[in-house]
């Protein structure tokens, strides 16, 4: 099994920046994929960035350029350095660890950007 939590949300005014981390643990040799979604009120959770297991990366339309994701610490640790930050990028944002098994969810973490 693979247990994953998020940290480092909160409020923050537009134009400013956020770094997200995603520790994950269990059995993190099994893990192909990790990645960061989100979920805004009233909206379905959609996908941020996500880097694989060989650390290629890819992005959202909505995030490229402004948003960067990195894996650390044989690939257990995952962040997402948010910058330019857009009131439109307020949700809560959950990490995901992909085995060839199942997905594995954290539970969130917000945050909200302010005009």
């Known amino acids: 099994q693979v247990q994953v939590a998020e940290s480092g949300g909160g409020l923050v005014q537009a134009g400013g920046s956020l770094r997200l981390s995603c520790e994950a643990s269990?059995?993190?040799?099994?893990?192909?994929?990790m990645g960061w979604y989100r979920q805004a009120p009233g909206q379905e959770r959609e996908f941020v960035a996500l880097s694989d297991s060989d650390l290629s990366t890819r992005y959202a339309a909505s995030v490229k350029g402004r948003f960067t994701i990195s894996r650390h610490n044989g690939a257990s640790t995952m962040y997402l350095q948010m910058n330019s930050l857009k009131p439109e990028d307020t949700a809560v944002y959950f990490c995901?660890?992909?085995?060839?098994?199942?997905?594995?969810w954290g539970q969130g973490t917000q945050v909200t950007v302010s005009s």
């Open positions: 269990g059995n993190i040799v099994s893990i192909i994929r």
């Open positions: 995901n660890a992909r085995t060839r098994a199942q997905n594995h």
